[in-house]
């Protein structure tokens, strides 16, 4: 492994109406980097944020905002994600018809650059990226909706991008997202993967835009984040 595993709270399955404070505590139970899923009812069949809302999530935390562009035409709207305090950028290979401009744009804005991977779409798509990009993201399950089944065959990517990695020296790490839970953080994090993204795990939404537990629910979220993390990294002093 590259570095130390850190959990990503998604808030698609957050409640909306309370997005800071559930944020917030998520943060406090150990989460390290809010992961903002981006969808446009094109590339995916869901339609959830855009760079308002991320403007907003900048002003109540310092934490790395993780945009997961799921969306047509990514290049269109890079920028604007950038300009609205953006940490992290991944755009889907799938979606990307020049993969290394759609990277460079990203870097051209100072952001660390992600590639994510739907789970039909092998490791090897990504040969001739995997030495400018900062991060590859599996997806464990389809990407439009939360709260939905982990897909297993995601865990033998993970396995041969950590190989990969070792092989050629690089230093891109190694997201998961989806399903990732108490029972599938094990798997995920001894098969090499450092950023857990996890969204019912941690909110207890099912998975869709406002599906949270509303205000009264903090102490729950941050109880969920402590106690995922630390599954997390558990299993990985195991596979150290």
């Not at 969808?39 to 935390?61: A, C, E, Q, W, Y």
């Not at 439009?144 to 990969?164: D, S, V």
Request: charged content about 20%.
């Amino acid at each position: 492994m590259t570095g130390h595993v850190e959990l990503a709270p998604s808030i698609l399955a957050s409640d909306f109406a309370h997005l800071a404070e559930q944020v917030q505590a998520a943060l406090a139970g150990g989460g390290t980097v809010v992961h903002v899923d981006v969808m446009d009812g094109h590339f995916v069949p869901n339609i959830t944020i855009g760079p308002p809302v991320v403007k907003s999530l900048r002003k109540v935390t310092g934490a790395v905002l993780d945009c997961h562009l799921m969306i047509e035409n990514p290049d269109l709207y890079i920028p604007e994600f950038a300009e609205a305090g953006a940490d992290w950028i991944s755009v889907h290979q799938e979606a990307c018809r020049h993969l290394d401009r759609s990277i460079q744009l990203i870097h051209s804005f100072g952001k660390k650059a992600g590639v994510v991977l739907n789970p039909a779409t092998p490791v090897d798509t990504l040969s001739e990226v995997l030495d400018v990009v900062d991060f590859v993201l599996v997806m464990s399950v389809n990407p439009g909706f939360g709260g939905q089944k982990f897909l297993r065959n995601a865990l033998h990517k993970i396995r041969a991008l950590a190989e990969i990695r070792a092989t050629l020296g690089l230093n891109f790490r190694i997201e998961v997202d989806g399903g990732v839970a108490l029972d599938t953080v094990e798997d995920v994090v001894k098969a090499g993967a450092e950023i857990l993204v996890a969204g019912s795990a941690v909110f207890g939404g099912i998975g869709g835009i406002g599906s949270g537990g509303g205000s009264g629910g903090a102490s729950a979220i941050e109880a969920n984040a402590r106690k995922l993390l630390q599954a997390a990294r558990s299993a990985a002093l195991l596979s150290a």
